[in-house]
């Protein structure tokens, strides 16, 4: 809404109604934004309606931007005051066939039996002149229908170049869908790659994942070898120790074997000394003697 603007006062739209060229610059904005709705003008004569090339888009963009429904009202409003009153009914009627018998713009029903349909169709009631602040003069039609009646000069010019503008502007409008198109082609492909540069980072970030996990693994399994050969080592150190052990106390049960049998015998080898002793005291003396010999003999 623009708050800097001024309400149109009756004179003013009496003497738009009045001009061929503001009638005919109406008319030509009416078509446009019916355009944007997904609408188009079939008789130009009577107003009536039909869809254009592109009304399923234009379809979802009116349901979903719900501020264009304010606009419609004021677009029915704006028919009457400037001197298009015969098309207020077609549009209401348009929008009424496509809500209630082709299914379509089902979100639009509410504004429509509330507002449209009133100001199209209550002209007279209490509650149209309160809320449009009309008279019946102020509805009074365009001098362009009377320029169309009289099939004038003038009208068939403007019916001449209106032919052209509207070829023209229908290049246009191809020429902007392609691009349209082309350009969600390019988004949808750019869309795809950034889908795809993504996947291929969760990839890349798992497979990271993965290979950490199985280093993990990997050095939780040669820890757990290195510590299985540590204790092997430790327990074969061990069995190693035991058994040096067990051998030197084998060494020295033999060994005190050994003392116990030697001590065993011991006695008998002290019991020959003695008779050693004897014969050795004999024979000393035998050798006592023998000097003693030698002395006398002498």
């Known amino acids: 809404m623009n708050f800097n ?18 009638s005919t610059n109406f008319l030509r904005s009416y078509k446009l934004q019916l355009n944007f709705y ?7 004569e009577t107003g009536q309606l039909e869809r254009n090339s592109e009304w399923e888009f234009r379809y979802s963009n009116l349901t979903l931007h719900t501020h264009n ?5 004021r677009i029915i409003m704006s028919l009457g005051e400037l001197g298009f009153v015969r098309y207020k009914k077609p549009l209401v009627t348009f929008f009424q066939t496509e ?6 713009l089902e979100d639009c029903s509410d504004s429509y039996r509330k507002f449209w349909r009133p100001l ?7 509650s149209y002149a309160l809320k449009t602040r009309e008279s019946p003069s102020d509805r009074s039609e365009s001098v ?26 229908r290049e246009v409008w191809r020429v902007k869908a392609q691009e349209k198109i082309e350009e969600d082609q390019k988004a949808v492909a750019k869309g795809l790659e950034a889908r795809e ?4 980072k969760i990839a890349e970030r798992e497979q990271g994942q993965l290979q950490k996990q199985q280093q993990k693994q990997q050095q939780k399994q040669a820890s757990k070898q290195k510590q299985e050969k540590k204790e092997k080592k430790e327990e074969e150190a061990e069995e190693a120790e035991e058994a040096e052990e067990e051998e030197e106390e084998k060494h020295k049960k033999k060994k005190k074997k050994k003392k116990v049998d030697i001590d065993a015998k011991q006695p008998k080898i002290r019991d020959q000394p ?10 000393d003396n035998n050798d006592n003697n023998k000097p003693q010999k030698q002395n006398h003999s002498s």
């Open 5 to 22: 603007s001024v309400a149109l006062t009756k004179s003013e739209a009496k003497k738009m109604r009045e001009s061929f060229t503001c």
């Open 69 to 73: 429904y304010l606009r419609i009202s």
């Open 38 to 44: 997904g609408i188009a003008i079939k008789d130009i």
């Open 99 to 104: 809500i209630e018998e082709n299914g379509q």
């Open 274 to 283: 003695l008779h050693s002793d004897s014969s050795n005291s004999h024979g």
């Open 144 to 169: 362009f229908f009377t320029h169309m009646a009289q099939q004038t000069d003038r009208y068939r010019e403007w019916e001449a170049g209106e032919q052209k503008w509207e070829t023209e502007l």
């Open 120 to 126: 199209a169709f209550d002209e007279d009631s209490a």
């Open 197 to 200: 540069r993504i996947r291929r």
